[in-house]
């Protein structure tokens, strides 16, 4: 944007302020609340929507019935300046209102909602780059209320910048509890939900943990559906019209918060009483219903959906075995041409179960195959606990080692091109960008040095010549040091296909596992 | 069948023959040839078709045109019996006939065309399995013919049963002969081609090779577009209209022969001018205008086209990678849940380019990393050679070590389940059928012994119990020796997820690469 327009933008957003006429940040959250119909089932009956208009861009979104004859519609601006509205209900009350409002330039921490950028990785819409490191706690959000807050506070002073949690309450091993709230009145016996309503205190806490989330910049990955129910409220098979309509109305109410992910489900395969096809109509639905496009997968158990669909923004997967080499973490790049993130590769922690009892170490060498191979990586811990509160369901507090490890890792990344980290072709073990920054890990090997060796890069971008510079830093993974190795290293063309050290010198490393090396170009 | 209808249509078949109506055996090709318009552009200007009909089944073949005069039309008989037929044309001299055929039962070595089976395997439409073993020789039929008679003799005494070939000739290193035939009339310069017509001799001369290969057991992967021409004859470079009418001429005139399969590309993504959505195009045409649903795929250079389209029946994957370990070679199995076919991963010979250098071997060891991931892997060979001719290319004579070595890996395989090799789970190095049959790949490893353990099969499947008795074979793959293990093995439970041999025993091995293990289960 031109500094007149910026001026311009300022001015006009004085002149609205001054008219009195409300306003959110771009990417914020406006709404408008009215009051309409009471009979009846408010939920059925009464359509909602508006159209919001800035120039030629329109932007319709669905409203809600929130209860107590309130109606609300949500809308997030993407662009700052002046939108105006108009309502449209199939109820008197709420049909053909009309209004405008400013949407001011978004304050420093909001940066839009996360897209997918360069067709591998993510940028928020503001274009600063989004390094995606997320964990898992898949019901904090109704447990009491003290552990939630308890939750938020751990997630505040983590590394982590996403988290995966369900709209549904979960009936599994370590979280048999109830929840504080159920989403449909009746119950809680399975054949007594009234599936036409919803309770609307439950999506009003919902939302409201959304929007916490929001204020420390993690991004909330919410998945839509689970089989951990098992027919014990019987939210996992619901009739087909009552799936719909849940997802319209969840839709509804939160795609206009700006961190909101969708995953259709989590371990979709695993439910009993669902179809591929259903995924692919929940899929339609949810990409259709939601105005802002945000992204959206599906994760799965033993069987890997069907990633190449349009819809499908990035590829969720689970996979312990696919992280154990960078080799392998690349492939589902190859496969689907969109991000892929491991949002399941086991969890750190001692219970007995095979997926719930890995190392710190084993769970951090998967992160750090997945970086280098130009994909992510997401943490769970599932430690033994005599309070039954284990991370991975309930939140809580983080009780492994993984954690600081990782945090090391975001410094990295952070500390990385803009660009992140592609893999660099025929190199397993090597990624970064081609030309100038190269990440190298050597995972469980033990070497006592590396040969400073560099392939010549790809024709079409950043080339090599004899005498370029680059430093170099050798990282222990797992002790968090960075040690930058004596003296530059100055390129010299060794063969058709390889630079290496002028001198022919290589790097000490100090045999211990977990071991990276991180070359970055100087400017000459 | 039933012996009362075997005997029926036996009855059947001899009225017919009796009648003097002609006959076909299943699954060969039954041919309508009818004289009619010579005017005008017979290519452009005549529609014919016909359908054939047995009880309400009901099969459309599209005719072409094949000169002087004759039109024909063919058809490959899905089910034995008698089958009637009636032609559609816009010219009257070939609209309306109709007659009835006899379609015999297959003779002995006809087990019709190749089908997915179970997911990730091929069988003959009969049941047979098929357990592919493809090589690649790209433009021999468009060799001088003493060249093509050596190449179908080489065919016929090697272990091979697909070769992979284009219908266009290729302009390429070691590839700068002309072909003996051209397509279209016109040229042979670039810009003299008239596209609105076929050189039917050429594709006379391509169906015989077909039907040659057809013979031996061969099945024919034809390749209809490959980058290989680079403007030299510009067959790489029509109008979309004439890629289209191309597409339907060479399908009508092919897809009635059994040992067919489509392969829309060789490195599509390498055709510069052709984008993506262009493929999608062809495969729609290709698997609407083919009544017989062949296999059909396409085969990328860098980026892997998306496999997951429902008219692709299996995944051509180009990865020399993919293939150097079993776990990575797993992976495409899982993203796209068909038959996995590595048509290439680099080549046996000693030319400059790093794709045509590999030991054999190497290739050898990517053939059975392929194997035992539950996937199928593609042959080539690139000798430098005083006349120019490398069988990858011209076919000729096989000069390497490989082809013995996969002869015997087929050994295996027909001797293995006929429901084919799976991988087992957590098992990367074993592939089998869970319960009854292992095959362990120990590929550059070099042990001098394997500890007879088998992991517990999953639930629903064939279940172990102590005293179950395995026998054990060591397969030296490069030596080709196969050495039975002293004794039976007799399985005792060790933990939850393994059984091994009640005493303990383990199996000596001679500290050599490329060995492989073979477990067979035997009944009790």
């Not at 662009?79 to 105006?84: D, H, I, M, P, R």
């Not at 199939?90 to 009309?98: E, F, Q, T, V, Y």
């Not at 909001?110 to 591998?120: L, Q, S």
Request: proline share 7%; with cysteine.
């Amino acid at each position: 944007m031109n500094p007149a327009r910026i001026l311009l933008l300022f001015l006009f957003t004085v002149v609205l302020s001054a008219r009195g006429d409300p306003s959110v940040e771009q990417w914020g959250v406006f709404e408008l609340a009215l009051k309409g119909p009471t009979n009846g089932n408010p939920f059925l009956d009464v359509r909602f929507s508006a159209r919001f208009k800035q120039g030629t861009n329109s932007v319709e979104a669905n409203g809600f019935y929130d209860g107590e004859g309130v109606y609300r519609v949500r809308f997030m601006p993407e662009k700052a300046g002046k939108w105006s509205y108009r309502t449209a209900s199939n109820a008197r009350k709420l049909d053909g209102k009309s209004g405008s409002f400013a949407a001011t330039r978004p304050s420093p921490s909001n940066h839009g909602p996360v897209r997918v950028a360069r067709t591998y990785h993510f940028a928020y819409a503001d274009g600063t780059p989004y390094e995606e490191l997320g964990t898992t706690c898949y019901v904090w959000e109704w447990q009491p209320e003290p552990l939630q807050e308890q939750t938020l506070n751990t997630l505040a002073a983590s590394p982590f910048n996403k988290i995966r949690f369900c709209v549904f309450p979960k009936h599994y091993v370590w979280n048999t509890n109830e929840p504080i709230l159920y989403p449909f009145p009746g119950g809680p016996a399975a054949t007594n939900w009234d599936f036409t309503r919803f309770n609307v205190k439950y999506f009003q806490h919902l939302e409201q943990r959304v929007l916490d989330l929001e204020k420390p910049g993690i991004e909330a990955d919410i998945i839509l559906f689970h089989p951990y129910d098992e027919g014990h409220w019987g939210f996992d098979r619901m009739p087909a019209e009552a799936d719909d309509r849940y997802l319209r109305y969840v839709v509804a109410r939160l795609a206009a918060y700006r961190n909101v992910w969708w995953s259709l489900a989590n371990e979709w395969d695993f439910m009993k009483r669902k179809k591929e096809t259903d995924f692919v109509r929940f899929g339609e639905i949810v990409s259709h219903e939601d105005p802002y496009r945000h992204l959206l997968s599906i994760h799965h158990g033993a069987k890997l959906f069907n990633h190449n669909l349009p819809w499908i923004t990035h590829a969720s997967i689970q996979s312990g075995a696919a992280v154990q080499t960078p080799a392998r973490a690349r492939v589902f790049r190859d496969t689907y041409h969109k991000p892929v993130v491991y949002d399941e590769v086991q969890y750190e922690g001692n219970i007995p179960s095979g997926w719930g009892r890995l190392s710190a170490e084993e769970l951090v060498f998967r992160f750090w195959n997945a970086t280098v191979a130009g994909a992510y990586c997401g943490h769970g811990e599932t430690y033994k606990s005599d309070d039954q509160v284990l991370w991975w369901s309930k939140g809580g507090v983080l009780k492994g080692q993984s954690p600081a490890r990782l945090a090391f890792l975001k410094k990295v990344l952070d500390d990385a091109p803009a660009e992140g980290i592609d893999p660099i072709d025929h190199h397993p073990e090597m990624g970064g960008q081609a030309g100038k920054y190269y990440l190298v890990y050597l995972g469980k090997q033990t070497p006592t040095n590396w040969s400073f060796e560099i392939p010549k890069p790809p024709a079409g971008g950043l080339q090599f010549a004899d005498g370029l510079r680059f430093t170099v830093d050798v990282l222990d993974t797992w002790n968090m040091t960075v040690t930058r190795a004596p003296g530059d290293f100055t390129l010299k063309r060794r063969d058709d296909d390889t630079y290496a050290d002028k001198d022919g010198r290589g790097i000490e490393l100090p045999g211990k596992p977990y071991m990276a090396i991180q070359l970055k170009r100087l400017k000459n």
